[in-house]
């Protein structure tokens, strides 16, 4: 067993939350808020990229201004939801900004919302989410909105294939689903990288399927609020196309990909 697994206990002992004043960004902060562990801190983060006022000409100090009360206003949004939670505004890229926090901070966990767009466009278009996905030194929480946020998670999925990564995601989703009162399954695809005794050494209740696993959980994403999966510590253009990759991008629920905690 991998000694770099989370505990999972301290998976949401640190949490950053990105917001950005949207609706999906709102769903972020209010995931986190229920996964913030009952001593953990929560830090919300709006970014106010002023640099993108230079492209109004004459009218560029005007710009600046309502960047910044933008971003103001994200952060006021977002205290609603969290109001034990600290806020910071920063001025920079909103990905160099986020992924300087989580290293600052030491972060266990950054919780991000999902604008709706597919795997392609996601790569395409270099978004907060995928970014945190390929480039995040923590576990990321991609959060989708649910039919009851004040219950959510309700049900929680876990994908298996015996790796100690996924005995990291399989320790992380039992702990929430526990300390939520969801609802637990355990996933395992036979067709991919499968080592079955590793696996159920793992968990005693396996429910084999014999697709593969990104379609399997992504399928089993439409039923549930919570995919959990492991991350083989892929960063960059490398985690491109990974499992724990895809499967955020595609599934119709929130996705966790748990990741080491970072070092003391």
């Known amino acids: 067993m991998n000694d770099s697994r989370p505990d999972p206990g301290s998976l949401c002992e640190r949490i950053v939350c990105g917001v950005d004043g949207t609706p999906e960004s709102l769903v972020a902060v209010e995931h986190a808020v229920r996964l913030q562990a009952a001593d953990g801190h929560l830090a919300l983060i709006s970014v106010a990229q002023l640099d993108k006022a230079a492209h109004a000409g004459f009218r560029a100090p005007h710009a600046a201004d309502l960047l910044q009360q933008e971003a103001e206003a994200a952060i006021a949004a977002a205290k609603s939801l969290a109001p034990s939670a600290s806020t910071k505004l920063v001025h920079g890229n909103p990905v160099s900004v986020l992924l300087r926090e989580l290293e ?44 009851e946020e004040e219950t959510w998670p309700r049900s929680v999925v876990v994908g298996i294939d015996g790796s100690p990564e996924s005995a990291a995601a399989f320790s992380a989703a039992r702990s929430l689903a526990e300390r939520l009162g969801a609802s637990f399954r355990t996933l395992a695809s036979t067709r991919d990288d499968f080592d079955r005794a590793a696996a159920e050494a793992i968990a005693d209740d396996l429910e084999e399927q014999p697709g593969r696993a990104v379609a399997e959980l992504v399928a089993a994403s439409a039923s549930a609020d919570l995919v959990v999966v492991g991350s083989r510590g892929l960063h960059g253009l490398r985690a491109l196309g990974s499992v724990s990759e895809r499967v955020a991008n595609q599934a119709r629920s929130s996705v966790l990909v748990v990741r080491p905690l970072p070092a003391d």
């Open 104 to 147: 600052t901070g030491r972060a266990t966990l950054v919780s991000v919302g999902s604008h709706g767009r597919g795997r392609a466009a996601a790569m395409l278009l270099g978004t907060v989410a995928s970014s945190m996905l390929r480039d995040a030194p923590c576990s990321v929480l991609v959060a989708r909105a649910a039919e």
